[in-house]
């Protein structure tokens, strides 16, 4: 494999961009919404949005958010607030983003999928104006004529400010300027964190990884990944709207549906998680299928196991990119490019215009640190959490809490985290607000939460200590329901009479890992 010198990659990269790294920031929309209207003007009736069997071309969508921004606005929205949209994904979440772009408020994206639980601390946290739910599928001809004035109903969705936050309290905790969407991650903590993504983060993401994967107006871009995540709303939405490109968005992923769609001279390109790629193969069972217009599929999300990246590899012909990011850093890290494809399941070398330093790599013998980042991806800061921001935020450099080093070819490895973080499936799981769940049931004593990779994801496990005679993963599982979103519940469960413990009470996980 060759060996790649960082002046190499600022070079090539730079051939690539069309700019130089010191300018890229001079190239950049200001907005998601200015890119619209960027579009909208120069090349009207080129497709833009494919969702819900709808398709909208960059001047309807333009048309639309106008309309919809003007029923928002007189509902009260006005720059700084927050509105929630419980959305999955489809046209109503893409134009209710970009309206309230126009506004100058800010999206908090939510999955509907999460639990009354989740949803109401988060909510509640947030302080917003209002919620956006959908109670109907949207009347197609009437969107696609570009001609209703009611586009909220038209969407079918409902908007709702039962219980929102009053004046006096969104004064008092104010967005930091510029904020065009807040992600939540919850962290070690349990704790919802809203994590500030500033219109500079997502344009800029947008444009370098858009540049990196070659796009351009021609490309149809596939992925069921929710915009209710930075991967999908920034690294892909917004790259594809900065680039003129269109975006086809499933609602949910399904393997055969988006082997059809491949299969479809339309799309150019598919973005997802592991997993996805896992079923992909799994269903592709037609060798004399081909996907002759496929030009680049990526990955992201979760590790990449290697057998995965091989076998995805030779079914479809094409690299198998991957990438690597936190929602606080925009999401995009590193990634690979299409001018450098490697045979290792590495992330690739760190995107141009983000400095980064792998700390005490120089003490370790396999040259292993914490990877920190620096640019004009990294967040805000988390929304009304000075505290934890101030954690993770050192002198512009964001700790990211993972494990990292150069390997042999000259590309970032990701080998472990610091943080106790399960992926599954693509989605975050944090071990303490299971481990929380678990010790609200009253016959678990005791409850320790760990990941199990697997290829192409991560499975949950919980080692538990308990008052009953038997426990039943089932019936744990549909207790844990109330309070966890599906894609937290338990894969498995150990009885154990007794959990390894320091003398200072602190569970050591290791030695759990160990039994696995």
């Not at 946290?125 to 001809?141: E, F, G, K, Q, R």
């Not at 079914?315 to 850093?329: A, C, D, I, K, V």
Request: aromatic fraction near 6%; charged fraction near 15%; proline fraction near 5%.
């Amino acid at each position: 494999m060759p060996v790649w010198q960082s002046e190499d990659v600022r070079e090539a990269d730079e051939a690539v961009l069309g700019v130089a790294t010191t300018e890229i920031s001079t190239h950049l929309f200001l907005t998601p919404i200015a890119a619209i209207d960027h579009w909208a003007g120069r090349n009207p009736q080129a497709s833009c949005l494919i969702a819900e069997a709808v398709e909208l071309s960059y001047e309807q969508v333009a048309q639309l958010t106008r309309a919809l921004a003007a029923e928002f606005k007189a509902r009260g929205a006005r720059s700084g607030d927050r509105v929630v949209l419980e959305l999955e994904n489809g046209l109503g979440v893409v134009l209710s983003f970009l309206a309230l772009n126009r506004l100058g408020a800010a999206a908090v994206i939510v999955s509907p999928r999460l639990s009354e639980f989740e949803r109401q601390k988060i909510v509640s946290h947030a302080l917003p104006i209002a919620v956006i739910t959908a109670i109907s599928p949207p009347n197609c001809d009437l969107l696609q004529s570009a001609l209703t004035t009611k586009v909220l109903t038209t969407l079918g969705l409902v908007w709702s400010d039962d219980g929102a936050a009053g004046p006096l309290d969104r004064a008092q905790y104010p967005l930091a300027a510029n904020v065009a969407a807040m992600i939540y991650t919850t962290g070690t903590t349990g704790e919802p964190k809203g994590v500030m993504l500033t219109h500079q983060n997502l344009m800029f993401t947008g444009f370098v990884s858009g540049k990196l994967r070659g796009l351009g107006e021609a490309d149809r871009v596939l992925t069921a990944l929710p915009l209710s995540h930075a991967f999908g709303l920034s690294a892909v939405l917004c790259s594809v709207l900065t680039q003129g490109a269109s975006l086809e968005l499933m609602a949910t992923f399904s393997a055969t549906g988006v082997l059809a769609r491949l299969g479809d001279g339309a799309v150019t390109g598919f973005l997802g998680v592991p997993a996805m790629y896992t079923q992909l193969i799994s269903a592709d069972r037609d060798n004399a299928l081909n996907y002759p217009f496929l030009r680049f599929l990526f990955s992201g999300g979760a590790p990449l196991d290697p057998t995965l990246k091989k076998t995805v590899e030779t079914r479809f012909g094409l690299p198998l990119h991957n990438g690597y990011g936190l929602t606080e850093s925009g999401p995009t890290i590193a990634q690979t490019r299409l001018y450098a494809p490697l045979d290792d399941t590495s992330v690739g070398f760190v995107i141009p215009g983000v400095d980064y330093q792998i700390v005490g790599a120089s003490t370790s013998e396999e040259g292993i640190g914490e990877l920190k980042v620096r640019g004009p991806n990294i967040m805000a800061g988390y929304y009304r959490n000075q505290a934890q921001t101030d954690q993770v935020l050192i002198d512009g450099w964001l700790a990211t809490g993972d494990l990292a080093r150069i390997n042999v070819s000259g590309a970032l490895e990701i080998v472990g985290r610091i943080k106790e973080l399960i992926i599954k499936n693509g989605f975050n799981v944090y071990p303490p607000e299971v481990e929380a769940a678990l010790l609200r049931l009253p016959e678990i004593i005791q409850a320790a939460v760990i990941g199990q990779a697997v290829p192409g994801n991560e499975r949950i496990i919980a080692f538990v200590q308990t008052s009953a005679s038997k426990v039943d993963l089932g019936w744990i599982n549909q207790q844990l329901r109330s309070t966890l979103a599906g894609y937290k519940l338990l894969d498995e469960i150990r009885v154990v009479d007794q959990l390894p413990a320091a003398p200072s009470g602190k569970i050591l996980k290791h030695r759990l890992a160990d039994l696995l």
